[in-house]
């Protein structure tokens, strides 16, 4: 049997890790239990330090720029400088400007470093790598969390998922209230049913062209395109988002015809398709679009005596679908457990 604990908290994203870091602040013992082999949830960054998931956060965002004085973190604004292009159907055209990218800032190291610099606060102990939450039961005053490494009890749980993917992995014990089934089932998940798609080159050559890397499409498959190169321009990198799957074939072809020849033939090209992973998306994700239900009451409610909480940036009031929407989510669920 695994630990007891007085808080399970289910999911290592940017919202379970903020969480665990404020009840360790104040002394409440807990324990994160993250299905995959990494911390981060869709914080995702890879070599040579691009980000798959979350990438941009903005200065009037309170709490990631408290997290990013807490842990020591660097920013630098993405870059901006340059022309926009505006493409559709049977053309494309540099317009004069670059109104796509003026506000945006990103961490030096990738988004994933904002989830590294949260768990370093915790003891290694907190985190458990490789463990499915398959159900929670609440009996005798007690959360049981089954898991796919064995028990847990614990005096409270949160889960830290999008509402959906929790209800599509995790059983409920007693069965929690139609009212908020019925709004969680319903609850977008953010970035659940996007693709990203990154070309990597060996420099920003497109800069040298007065062209700042972004693109609006009406064609795609690529609906926005945007530059990550690093800070430096040590590479360079393009990147794109589509709703639903995309080839590497076709997004290159795409950034070749905004960009030139020079982009159909990056030195690497990777695909992250979100609605393909089960520990972010549900089944049916690409269904989901009624974006008026974050932040929805019934999902910052507590359930089962106040033991149960979720926490997610779908919760939250405060910047939904953003890392900032997370962080606060955390924050409001930390009052709740401390109040």
């Not at 999008?162 to 977008?188: E, Y």
């Not at 030195?267 to 609605?275: K, T």
Request: charged share 15%.
């Amino acid at each position: 049997m695994l630990p007891d604990t007085d808080v399970a908290i289910i999911g290592a994203g940017a919202s379970g890790l903020r969480l665990a870091t404020q009840l360790h602040r104040a002394g409440v013992d807990c324990v994160v239990l993250e299905a995959r082999d990494r911390i981060g949830g869709r914080l995702l960054t890879v070599e040579p330090g691009v980000d798959l998931g979350a990438t941009w956060f903005w200065a009037q965002e309170a709490d990631v720029m408290q997290v990013i004085t807490e842990c020591g973190l660097t920013a630098f604004a993405q870059y901006s400088t340059g022309n926009m292009v505006f493409h559709i159907p049977g053309s494309s055209q540099v317009l004069n400007g670059n109104p796509l990218n003026q506000s945006g800032y990103r961490l030096t190291g990738g988004m994933q470093s904002l989830a590294r610099g949260l768990a370093d606060q915790l003891p290694a102990c907190a985190i458990m790598l490789n463990t499915t939450v398959i159900s929670l039961n609440y009996s005798d005053g007690v959360v049981h969390v089954q898991t796919s490494v064995g028990p847990v009890r614990a005096q409270r749980a949160v889960v830290a998922l999008p509402p959906a993917t929790a209800l599509a992995n995790i059983a409920f014990t007693p069965a929690l209230p139609d009212s908020f089934v019925g709004i969680a089932r319903r609850t977008p998940v953010w970035m659940g049913g996007v693709t990203k798609v990154v070309a990597i080159y060996d420099t920003p050559f497109w800069r040298d062209r007065g062209l700042a890397g972004s693109a609006m499409s009406h064609v795609g498959p690529l609906s926005e395109i945007h530059d990550i190169s690093d800070e430096h321009a040590t590479f360079g990198a393009l990147f794109g988002f589509s709703r639903g799957a995309v080839s590497a074939q076709s997004a290159l072809a795409q950034l070749g015809e905004l960009f030139g020849e020079q982009a159909r033939h990056p030195r690497s090209v990777i695909v992250e398709d979100w609605s393909r992973q089960p520990f972010t998306s549900p089944p049916g994700v690409l269904q989901l679009n009624d974006y008026q239900l974050f932040g929805f009451g019934a999902l910052r409610a507590g359930y089962w005596d106040n033991r149960l909480f979720f926490s997610s940036t779908e919760t939250s009031v405060d910047s939904p679908g953003h890392v900032q929407g997370a962080l606060a989510a955390a924050g409001r669920v930390t009052q709740q457990l401390l109040g």
